[in-house]
């Protein structure tokens, strides 16, 4: 059991001065309109780009959260470095960034790992960006959390949506960490990433690899939403070339709120 996992991309995927980590945060944060939605936000997709990329579309959603009254964030997202059937947890009591420790919540940790196909995964974690580039946004916007990391393999719908079901209650937000298109052009991008786009807001699974690199997790996330009746709403859309210039092969991200 390891006691803390380290910050694996401080440094390169964001900044590694706290000084300099909250003020771009809280910039991208400050910069765009707040969104008005009817019900308080029970789950967000947001971006795992490099922070140069994807950061101001990953701040259109957590700019929406309330600074108190969510004790816990789970975070699904895929396994970008290693081959996993299933889900994976990690043992580490914390997880680590330049803006402090976050304790994880050991008893939920406890009830998850006895759900079909969960794990205890380290490795899965340890050079995980996915789930890490999310942490200096929530601790910059919400008081203190406890977090619940899953790196979400090769899983059904049904899978995700019953670790979903044992994890999620009103003082829950989850968070999908996920990009869209890959390496396509800027206008190839444009025009797969809206039907995607159009897929997820009308609640509909089924989502590929190339049309999310997060499908397993999202597909069991819109299941849940199913089953709840939630609602979604598209806050921010965009892709690599539109920050980087290099309109030839991009990266898609979004940020979209389920309530």
């Known amino acids: 059991m390891q006691t803390l996992r380290a910050a694996a991309v401080a440094g390169t995927f964001y900044p ?31 971006p795992h780009a490099g922070y140069c990329y994807s950061g101001a579309i ?9 600074s108190s009254g969510l004790r816990r964030v789970l975070i699904l997202c895929p396994a970008h470095h290693v081959y996993l059937r299933g889900m994976a947890l990690s043992s580490a009591a914390r997880f680590a960034t330049p803006l402090g420790e976050i304790p994880l919540d050991p008893a939920a940790l406890a009830t998850l ?3 079909p196909g969960v794990m205890i995964n380290d490795e899965a974690h340890r050079f995980e960006h996915a ?13 203190d959390f406890t977090l619940l990391p899953v790196v979400v393999g090769e899983a059904s719908p049904s899978a995700v949506a019953g670790l979903l079901e044992a994890a999620m209650d009103a003082q829950t ?8 298109s890959h390496y396509l052009s800027w206008q190839q991008a444009r025009e797969q990433d809206a039907d995607t786009l159009a897929q997820i ?12 690199c997060g499908c397993f997790g999202l597909n069991g996330t819109l299941l849940w939403a199913r089953r709840h009746k939630l609602q979604a709403s598209l806050l921010a859309a965009a892709n690599s070339g539109d920050s980087s210039g290099d309109q030839h092969r991009v990266v898609g991200y979004a940020a979209i709120a389920f309530y």
């Open 16 to 46: 590694a001065n706290p000084i300099q980590l909250r003020e771009q945060i809280a910039h991208w944060c400050q910069a765009g309109d707040k969104a008005t939605l009817p019900r308080p936000v029970r789950a967000l997709l947001l």
């Open 58 to 66: 990953a701040a259109a959603g957590i700019r929406l959260l309330p």
């Open 113 to 115: 790992t006895h759900l």
């Open 131 to 143: 789930i890490e580039v999310q942490l200096p946004f929530l601790q910059q916007q919400l008081d």
């Open 173 to 180: 937000l989850l968070i999908i960490s996920s990009d869209l």
């Open 201 to 212: 807001l009308s609640l509909k699974g089924n989502l590929q690899g190339q049309q999310a």
